[in-house]
């Protein structure tokens, strides 16, 4: 179970049990066994800005696939929607992309597909990847 402690999370079991400690300062809940975590957007000495970028951790809170998204859904199925620039795309529990970021919305897998928005138009994905229904 996600909590919030002084604007951390962090996890803990049905008991009460702290199981990670609230270290994180962005989380979602667990799905397929990962949950995602966020960093802290932050400005550079150069006053670059850096965002928020989101990863997974596993239930013993290591972490599994880096930071390197800026928005990443649940997974659902063993693939999640990814984003970076925009433009969505989907990831593998490996953290590998099985579809480029080429969508401009990315729904979650139900019963082995997907499905995704570009230009006003919807079509759907396979696990592997492929459109499966052209766009529409």
């Not at 996600?2 to 702290?18: A, E, H, I, P």
């Not at 880096?66 to 859904?73: D, I, L, M, S, T």
């Not at 490996?94 to 139900?110: T, V, Y």
Request: hydrophobic fraction near 35%; charged fraction near 20%.
């Amino acid at each position: 179970i996600r909590f919030k402690q002084n604007r951390y999370y962090g996890f803990m079991d049905l008991d009460g049990n702290v199981m990670i400690e609230p270290n994180l300062y962005n989380a979602g809940d667990f799905s397929c066994g990962l949950a995602y975590v966020g960093t802290l957007s932050y400005y550079g000495e150069d006053f670059e800005y850096h965002p928020s970028l989101c990863g997974f951790i596993d239930t013993s809170g290591r972490v599994v696939i880096a930071p390197q998204w800026e928005f990443v859904g649940g997974f659902s199925e063993g693939y999640s929607a990814v984003m970076n620039d925009g433009l969505f795309g989907y990831i593998n529990m490996d953290g590998e992309l099985i579809c480029d970021l080429i969508w401009d919305e990315a729904r979650a897998f139900e019963n082995g597909r997907a499905q995704g928005y570009k230009d006003g138009k919807v079509g759907y994905i396979d696990t592997a990847g492929n459109l499966i229904v052209p766009l529409q």
